[in-house]
């Protein structure tokens, strides 16, 4: 017993003194990915304005014709894959329609768009430039065999291979949210921002600052769990001794997840970073990048690294007594605060490592988080609120059902699949999977 | 610097500015007074734009026929949110509402939907028979920065109208004996269904009303403009919670007053920003920059406000409890 007590008391001061040294390089990381300059628009004219890219390399000599009133122009790509139109000047507060449409026949040979559709129109929303966006079909990266396409032999053994990938990913992350929810009740909107530092940091290390992929993915995971700590030190423990609200508190995660997000979208741009790497390996048949395997089986032992963190540890044991009844733990010695502390350390940490996971699965944006936060709810409530178990077969059905919907369902409605069976599962069943009915109240 | 402050003047009695207004209406009745969280008055004001649009572009319904589709559908969308949840513990129905709008906005925008909903393109063309009911001759009217051709000015003056008809409504609403009902609902669920009384259908009458205001609001949204799905992500659910928040959320007039604060304010540091990076006063940022502070700004307003004043600019910090 005392030996287990000393063992979690070195845990704690690991953890603590690695924050410390984490907080430097979050400082650093900061610069370094203010270092990358976003598109200077130095003119007050509306743009309207995009870049086609390739594994990371702009394309350049795409034509496109933008119309509108009072513009009709026709404008190319640069080396960089950058264009871009001007709208003739304006001060109205919303501006009119243009239409932007894209020449097929100036893409690189045998290029075509993922989705066969040449036009979109824009809108100006209260923002000087808007962004059309084309992407190319079956990306295919100088260097790899196989890239990230899609495998038309075997569709069905691909697309459930996606699904364990995804689910593996988005369990880690709805781990750490239900752990938070479990100890502090906190519906936690801000999470997905975690995942979204993650994915982006990994991508200022690995593909600005050019570091090999495994430091870097480390030094992200490293950030996002300072990130979580400072969030925590600095915004829930305060609100929590003033004893805000549970609901309050959800509202408040929500500002704070506008904050972060539009923060790094001002650092980063609105455009995404691609992550892609080396290797694809052939598994019974179907052709996968290696990084997203390798990711897979660390996900799985860190799901079991957790597991055991959670029933074998003092710290584990005392978590779980925190989140099932706070005061009863406070009553048997245990410091609330300061496992609630734990769990925001832990929680962060998962979701770093889904968060980078998650960038080299689908590439990073600074919206990236908050395009799966539904899903990583949806994954919590589906396995029954606060309960780990529950959050990690949840993300599992989540990701699944997400992935293998593509085999009947166009893929862009697959994240809807997901959302209406959370859904339908709520009807039939409202306590979870894994839940307990009284928790429903 | 005239130009600025008009625009943000411009900004106060936008018809943008009023249909947030009576979305953030449907909120108060439903969280001010009732205590639901509707984190999913997007998908109502969805409902109200393509239901609109598409009754009018691809049914050929008149106009008034094709409100009447908006209403109707808005009162099914809240019958759907409703049932499986509102018996549920309240951040259920949070949960809900949010993913059910973002699924109607991934429903609308499939490029499988194209015919119909004009998937990732939107919709456009369908407000020539409401500006057929324009009895203003054709003309510019107005002064100075505040001039606007005759459909601006019957634009606005039908938006305000709307806006001061449906807080009316809430304000006879929440004074009524049903009112009392449902503000006993927000207060102690368990009470008032001690004293008999059918708490599951008070809650979702209120549903169906606030859902009605997001809709109606949704078709005055997209008259003056085009229906892009983009336009009805969870941002705009969380807007409306910010201008609500900010006037009092247990309060008629605040959800109105919010708006106008909020839209004023926006334009304005937003106006003052691009300024000062045109004239090199502010040099760390780039105007594409400016662009994402505004949300920056929503989100620290929304969390100083939720966390020091939670009752609002007009809210009586009594009558509003967050509840669990």
């Known amino acids: 017993m005392l030996h287990s007590q000393m063992r979690a008391n070195r845990l704690v001061i690991k953890l603590l003194s690695s924050i410390v040294m984490l907080f430097a390089l979050f400082a650093s990381a900061n610069a370094a990915s203010a270092a990358t300059p976003a598109p200077v628009d130095p003119s007050k004219i509306f743009t309207i304005g995009g870049a086609m890219t390739d594994c990371g390399s702009g394309i350049p000599g795409v034509k496109f014709h933008v119309t509108g009133p009072g513009l009709d122009v026709i404008s190319t790509t640069d080396k960089t894959g950058h264009w871009a139109a001007i709208a003739p000047e304006t001060t109205k507060y919303v501006v009119d329609r243009f239409t932007v449409e894209i020449d097929v026949t100036t893409l690189p040979k045998g290029r075509k768009l993922f989705i066969d559709n040449t036009k979109r129109s824009l809108i100006f929303n209260h923002v000087n430039s808007s962004s059309a966006t084309f992407k190319l079909a079956e990306i295919k990266c100088a260097g790899t065999t196989g890239g990230n396409g899609t495998n038309a032999e075997n569709p069905g053994l691909n697309a459930l291979f996606n699904g364990i990938n995804l689910g593996l990913m988005l369990a880690m992350a709805a781990i750490g949210l239900s752990l938070i929810y479990g100890t502090t009740g906190l519906s936690n909107f801000a999470h997905g921002e975690m995942v979204t530092v993650g994915a982006l940091t990994l991508w200022t290390f690995n593909k600005v600052l050019m570091w090999d992929l495994v430091p870097s993915a480390l030094t992200a995971i490293a950030i996002v769990t300072a990130f979580g700590w400072s969030q925590d030190a600095f915004i829930w423990k305060p609100l929590r001794k003033r004893r805000i609200g549970l609901t309050q508190m959800m509202i408040v995660s929500i500002g704070l997840s506008m904050v972060v997000r539009y923060f790094l979208q001002m650092i980063y741009g609105g455009n995404t970073k691609v992550l892609t790497q080396g290797d694809t390996w052939e598994v019974l048949g179907v052709k996968m990048p290696a990084v997203n395997i390798i990711c897979s089986g660390i996900s799985i032992l860190v799901l079991i690294a957790y597991t055991l963190f959670l029933t074998r540890t003092r710290i584990g044991k005392a978590t779980r007594a925190v989140s099932d009844n706070a005061a009863l733990a406070a009553s048997t010695g245990i410091d609330v605060e300061k496992i609630i502390r734990v769990v925001w350390v832990v929680a962060s940490l998962l979701t770093g490592i889904s968060g980078v996971f998650i960038g080299l699965y689908m590439q990073a944006a600074w919206d990236t988080g908050f395009s799966i936060i539904l899903l990583v709810f949806a994954a919590v409530t589906l396995g029954g609120l606060g309960t780990s178990s529950g959050a990690a077969i949840g993300a599992m059905i989540i990701g699944l059902i997400v992935e293998l919907s593509t085999l009947v369902i166009p893929s862009d409605l697959k994240f809807a699949a997901a959302l209406a069976v959370l859904i339908i599962i709520l009807l039939v069943r409202p306590q979870g999977v894994m839940g307990r009915k009284q928790r429903i109240g | ?324």
């Open chain 2, 1 to 324: 610097m005239d130009l600025i402050f008009s625009n943000a003047v411009n900004a106060l009695f936008d018809p943008m500015t009023a249909a947030y207004a009576i979305a953030a209406i449907g909120i108060a009745l439903h969280f001010g007074f009732t205590g639901l969280l509707n984190f999913g008055q997007a998908s109502f004001m969805a409902v109200g734009a393509y239901g609109f649009a598409i009754a009018t572009i691809s049914f050929g319904l008149p106009f008034w026929g094709a409100v009447a589709v908006s209403v109707g559908l808005s009162v099914i969308l809240a019958f759907l949110l409703g049932i499986p949840t509102l018996r549920l513990r309240s951040d259920y129905l949070a949960i809900v509402t949010i993913a059910a709008s973002e699924m109607l906005r991934y429903i609308v925008s499939t490029t499988s939907a194209q015919p119909l909903t004009g998937g990732p393109q939107g919709l456009n063309n369908y407000s020539t028979e409401f500006y057929g009911l324009n009895p203003i001759p054709v003309g510019t009217y107005g002064f100075w920065n505040f001039t606007y051709s005759e459909r601006e000015v019957f634009m606005r003056i039908v938006s305000w109208t709307l806006v001061v008809l449906f807080a009316i409504v809430l304000a006879i609403l929440v004074r009524s004996p049903w009112g009392r009902v449902i503000k006993g609902i927000r207060e102690d669920e368990d009470a008032v269904r001690s004293l008999g009384k059918n708490v599951y259908a008070y809650k979702m009458q209120s549903l169906i009303v606030g859902g009605l205001m997001g809709t109606v609001a949704g078709i005055l949204f997209v008259i003056p403009r085009s229906v892009q799905p983009g336009n009805y992500g969870t941002q705009l659910t969380f807007f409306l919670w910010t201008m609500l928040l900010l006037g009092g959320a247990s309060t008629v007039i605040g959800s109105v007053i919010g708006s106008m604060i909020f839209w004023g304010l926006l334009s304005l540091s937003d106006d003052l920003l691009r300024a000062g990076v045109d004239n090199g006063v502010i040099t760390f940022l780039t105007n594409d920059q400016v662009g994402t502070i505004r949300f920056m700004i929503v989100g620290l307003g929304l969390m100083l406000l939720v966390i020091f004043r939670p009752q609002g600019i007009f809210g009586n910090k009594k009558e509003l409890q967050f509840n669990g």
